[in-house]
């Protein structure tokens, strides 16, 4: 079969399995199968050329998002700022908002001019936060702390990868089972730390995603904050980020669109000395920003 035939079923499978990008996921499991990028299939389609793949395994990636299973569990891998990270059931999976936030992050640091930053990742997930710091911030030293055991598989396996790219990051990045919440949680880092940078679970538990890859694949523990309007989790951690900072340090962090109000009030009565909220690319509000 020719492949603009190959794709053009495949999207009409899983248009009618409701997904929104029927053409681009098909092309991009097809990219997967035959072991090329995504261009590599855009053009083989543009020349009416052949691309050999991987039939049965096309097939079989194809019935899993026709299941409505994410994509990047599918192909095992998702792209976050520089790096690539592997992901898969257990894992929540990074998003593009999130690099606005570690963006918020690192522009402070360099407005600081802070040469050898300490830099904590409450709630660490597969690492990207973290492991984005760490790699984009020569002399930087990082501390992440993630509370599944089985996430944290994934942090470890993303560093393993990540430190075979980069390979001094192996000692300026360490990982930490526990409680982000806990007081007891790296409180050897009390009052020495630069920046806090974090995604902790915020998705009011009023507010149950519709989207089923969301819904029924993204771990409940990534997803919600702990409370009606998901802000319970949130505030922990931004109690626990006030002691973790040295005077004059920043916390960055991402929260849902309605929380961005009072979330600042909260910094501020915790004693943050400034705290605004931040807006993603498309301008919604996003992320607390706060100076201790
Ligand atoms: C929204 S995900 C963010 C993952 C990653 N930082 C990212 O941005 O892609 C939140 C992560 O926090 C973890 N988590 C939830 N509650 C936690 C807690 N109390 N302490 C530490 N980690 C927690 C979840 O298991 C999940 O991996």
Redesign the pocket.
Known sequence: MIISDVIRESAARLREAGIETPEHDAKLLLAEAAGVELRDVDKALLMGSALEYDEARFSAMLERRAKREPLQYIVGHAP?RYLDLKVGPG?????PE?ETVVQAGLDWMTRHGLMHPRVV??????G??GLAVVTEVPGSQVWA????AR?AEWTRRNLAETAKRYPSIASNYQLEL????SLTTLAQLDGTVDMVI?????VPETDVPEQPEVRDWD?E???YGGSADGTL?PERIIERAFRLLKPGGALVM?HDVTQGGRLVAYAKATGFTTAITGQDWTGRDRYLFAEK
């Open positions: 976050f894992v929540f999976i990074p998003r999130t990742d409450l709630c660490a997930g597969s990207a936060i702390v993630e509370l599944s996430t526990g409680d982000a919440t974090t995604n902790p679970p915020y771990p523990l990534a997803l989790i991402e």
